[in-house]
């Protein structure tokens, strides 16, 4: 199968998909959307109000701001990949819990493999959970570090700023760092990081 074929069965099954609970609360999975040849994957948490009944990532609020933030470094949505760690919508949009992240990752690890983007760009603590495990957004946020030969950027999530209104200034400070820290990543020298380190002591990860 080629990549397009890849997405477009993660497409299908996703819609029909009960290996967690979460299928009980679906309308509509939202398994992503995006050119299988996509550069920058944006990975979110999971689908709220608006995407299950659109079955569509980030069309909400929350997708508002991101267009936004796109916008401002001249890229359009239609060039990236958008999804998220689960595909199906937490009742109440409540956290979603270990395993149905660690049941879901079957279908981004497809989409990630499927894509092989140069970069990540994780939004929130769940899908920084799923690279950078014992890192604290606080910490790290706007910071990228190369992990098995791809640049991973982790940022707020955008429904937080909405929350929390100082936010806002800080991702739209990260995402303007974007596309400067995409075009260094290409000459900087890439790190391989043991899971071992990765989990134990984040910061030993390389950081530039
Ligand atoms: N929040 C997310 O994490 N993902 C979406 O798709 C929409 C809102
Ligand atoms: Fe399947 Fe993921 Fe939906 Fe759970 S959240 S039912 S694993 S597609």
Do not use: W
């Amino acid at each position: 199968m080629n990549s397009e074929e890849i997405l477009a069965k993660v497409e299908r099954e996703v819609q029909v998909c009960t290996k967690c609970d979460l299928h009980f609360s679906r309308k509509r999975g939202v398994p992503g959307e995006g050119p299988a040849n996509a550069e920058i994957m944006f990975i979110g948490e999971g689908p709220g109000f608006h995407e299950n009944e659109q079955g569509r990532p980030f069309v909400g609020p929350a997708g508002q701001f991101l267009d936004e933030l796109l916008d401002q470094i001249g890229m359009r949505r239609e060039q990236v990949f958008i999804g998220n760690v689960v595909k199906c919508r937490p009742p109440g949009n409540r956290d979603p819990h270990l395993e149905e992240l660690s049941t879901c990752d079957f279908y981004l690890e497809q989409q990630i493999q499927a894509i092989n983007p140069k970069v990540i760009v994780t939004l929130g603590r769940y899908s920084m959970g799923k690279f950078i495990p014992n890192a604290k957004i606080s910490e790290v946020h706007g910071r990228a570090m190369r992990l098995k030969g791809r640049l991973i950027v982790p940022m707020y999530h955008p429904a937080a700023a909405l929350h929390q209104p100082s936010l806002r200034s800080v991702l739209v400070s990260d995402f303007a760092r974007l596309p400067a820290l995409i075009a260094s990543a290409e000459s900087a020298p890439e790190y391989e990081i043991e899971p071992t380190v990765e989990k134990s002591d984040p910061k030993q990860l390389s950081m530039f």
